[in-house]
């Protein structure tokens, strides 16, 4: 008993301790004042600043681009991951062996040789950087999680089935819409939803391939805001909403899945 | 030559090939441009000047060894407070511990700049100095989660009859923990290390939030010389990072030579 006390209580400080900071945000959200950790009196004004148009026009736009770099790299990659998976999960063991220690070279690697790298090759091949760039970057270090993602899938799958389509005369095309991806879907949507959260947590690798024709994302946004001193106090009100949104929807997730097991 | 291409198309290994090459052009060729650029002055000869001038240079050296200090503290800080949670984690109902873990990981989804923004201003609201101590806060805040991760996945897959079976057989708690779990959770640590470790040495910009631009770190160092345009150095530097990485990487699979690298977060 005393030792799920303590056992509790210290997962209770671990949590405690990985949350203070995300709190105070949150806090400080309700309160005008620029400086964060400096309270002036309980006000919604921050939230209401967001949604008007024209306030914060370049925080605004650094959003959608993030936003919309998230989704175009998450399903580009999520296309590319699926059929390479399939090709890999096809290829004779050798082969197989050699193309998935490929497939680790991106997730090892530390985003900033994987920026360097990237901003090296667009020098040399004389592309201008922006949204291209960027999303070819993106897509760069997503498409391998998808790839790992999908394959757990492909060999619990039953072999048998798709060649049975094939057998009743199935073209490889209708067989590969009503036998294999019904059955790769959840291994793409969990690829699809990692490589759109880590389209839109990357900062390194966007900063590198983002040029300098004045594109921002949220990250390069923060991160210059940060240089110059203080943060923009409309971000506390903007963390706090997506931290709220993606903790019940995760909630919300685990709860359904938790139902489906019973 | 449209069956051909029907044919190739049927043969499903071959889907591999778009990805294949997708991964020539941007991984393998920027990583070689990487180790040109890095072997050449500036006009494109070869030269070993770059890597003279890092061994030369003191301020890049004392960064780098300062660099690799801070990750070795961050990893070791991680897994003495990581381990222990992902141990009781995985030792709950998993209903609950699933809640759990999620509350765990979730913080990663906050925004990196963000959440060390954050953590300056949980140290000024309790009006604590910032530097070293920040920034080893900081950076185990956030790593932590990396840590917990892989050793509670491993953990909760470790299969319980061979806990009992060390106890049935007459271990006391100590040695069960040191003869069985340890050692069965060794892959799980393994993996917690290079997912702390490696992030740690290359950062860039935590360091700076953390310290107020008092203490920079060797990813800083890297982004510097090439934001003022000194690729050739900057490629001799990420080479060295490189190669730190890889000997990590290697030291770190000598110990527990795992091969199942698959299903790593969420």
């Not at chain 1, 490929?102 to 950087?129: E, K, R, V």
């Not at chain 2, 100095?129 to 920040?134: C, E, F, R, V």
Request: a positive charge.
């Amino acid at each position: 008993m005393i030792k799920r006390i303590l056992s509790r209580s210290y997962l209770g400080v671990l949590l405690i301790m990985l949350y203070a900071p995300i709190l105070i945000i949150i806090i400080f959200s309700f309160t005008e004042s620029k400086v964060l950790g400096n309270w002036t009196g309980f006000s919604f004004k921050l939230y209401t600043s967001i949604f008007k148009s024209g306030v914060h026009h370049s925080l605004s736009n650094a959003l959608w681009n993030t936003l919309i770099i998230g989704l175009i790299s998450a399903f580009a990659s999520m296309i590319l991951g699926t059929m390479a998976a399939i090709g890999i999960y096809n290829l004779r063991p050798r082969a197989r062996k050699t193309v998935q220690l490929l497939n680790t070279i991106p997730i090892l690697n530390p985003d900033i040789i994987t920026a360097i790298s990237l901003f090296l090759l667009f020098i040399s091949l004389g592309f201008s950087q922006g949204y291209t760039t960027v999303i070819l970057a993106h897509i760069t270090f997503c498409t391998p999680y998808v790839v790992l993602s999908v394959l757990p899938r492909l060999r619990r799958m039953n072999e048998n089935l798709y060649e049975a389509a094939l057998d009743l005369g199935a073209t490889p095309f209708y067989a590969l819409r009503k036998i294999m991806l019904p059955e790769l879907k959840p291994g793409m949507i969990s690829g699809f939803i990692l490589a759109f959260t880590l389209s839109i947590d990357d900062f390194v690798v966007t900063l590198f391939t983002i040029g300098n024709q004045g594109l921002e994302t949220l990250s390069t946004y923060i991160y210059a805001d940060a240089r110059k001193g203080g943060l923009t106090p409309e971000l506390r009100p903007l963390s706090a909403i997506i931290f709220i949104t993606v903790l019940v929807l995760l909630l919300f997730i685990n709860q359904r899945s938790v139902k489906k097991k019973r | 030559m449209q069956r051909n291409l029907k044919s190739f198309i049927g043969l499903r290994r071959n889907w591999s090939i778009p990805y294949l090459l997708f991964l020539a052009l941007f991984v393998l060729i920027p990583l070689g441009l990487i180790v040109y650029y890095a072997f050449t002055s500036h006009d494109g000869a070869f030269t070993l000047t770059n890597f003279r001038k890092f061994w030369m240079h003191p301020e890049a050296m004392n960064t780098f060894i300062f660099s690799i200090g801070i990750a070795l503290i961050t990893t070791v800080l991680c897994l003495i407070l990581g381990y222990p949670a992902a141990y009781i984690l995985s030792r709950m109902e998993s209903q609950n511990a699933q809640i759990l873990v999620l509350l765990f990981i979730l913080p990663m989804w906050v925004n990196f700049l963000i959440r060390t923004l954050a953590t300056v201003a949980l140290f000024d609201f309790l009006s604590l100095p910032l530097g070293k101590g920040s920034l080893i806060f900081g950076m185990v805040y956030n790593f932590l989660p990396f840590m917990i991760y892989p050793i509670y996945n491993i953990l909760q897959k470790t299969d319980s009859n061979l806990i009992e079976a060390a106890q049935d057989l007459g271990a006391n708690p100590r040695q069960v923990f040191l003869k069985t779990i340890l050692p069965l959770s060794a892959p799980g640590i393994s993996s917690g290390i290079m997912m702390v470790f490696m992030p740690v040495i290359s950062t860039f910009a935590i360091a700076e939030l953390l310290t107020i631009n008092n203490i920079k770190l060797f990813g800083t160092t890297l982004q510097e010389n090439i934001y003022n345009g000194m690729w050739n150095y900057g490629a001799a530097l990420s080479l060295v990072m490189l190669l730190l990485i890889g000997l990590t990487s290697l030291l770190n699979n000598e110990g527990t030579a795992n091969d199942s690298a698959e299903g790593g977060l969420i």
